[in-house]
């Protein structure tokens, strides 16, 4: 399995940004798939999951203002930022737990996910 992550910018905030992974190798419908975001300094943190059967959950700190989404037949993921703030900086990953064995509780963690994509990098301006 191979994630392609991509949309990441320069922005200011308050602006929108669509962050976009593709998925190759295996049957992308049966993947769990998540974002993650490493600031600089900091821990790698979960951001959003989306389910293979299209649950949803997210971080606190970005309810309301992200959306994670996913396209089957396009074997990608998105991840939707309106209201970006300034410590929404951070380069994000996309990852992927397949088979998608993990109980939804440990979906949260960056141990349930086998494969992840390369980052890009959001930079938001204040």
């Known amino acids: 399995v191979q994630l392609q992550a991509s949309g990441g910018g320069l922005v200011q905030a308050g602006d929108s940004l669509r962050l976009s992974c593709a998925a190759s190798?295996?049957?992308?419908?049966?993947?769990?798939m998540a974002w993650f975001r490493q600031a600089p300094g900091k821990d790698r943190e979960f951001v959003a999951f989306i389910r293979w059967n299209r649950s949803t959950a997210y971080a606190d700190s970005v309810k309301g203002r992200f959306t994670i989404s996913r396209d089957n037949a396009k074997n990608s993921v998105y991840l939707q930022m309106n209201s970006l703030k300034s410590e929404d900086t951070a380069v994000y990953y996309c990852?992927?737990?397949?088979?998608?064995?993990?109980?939804?509780?440990?979906?949260?963690?960056?141990?349930?996910?086998?494969?992840w994509g390369q980052g890009t990098q959001v930079t938001v301006s204040s």
């Open positions: 990852a992927a737990d397949t088979p998608p064995l993990t109980i939804l509780s440990g979906l949260y963690a960056l141990r349930a996910y086998e494969y």
């Open positions: 190798g295996g049957t992308f419908s049966q993947y769990n």
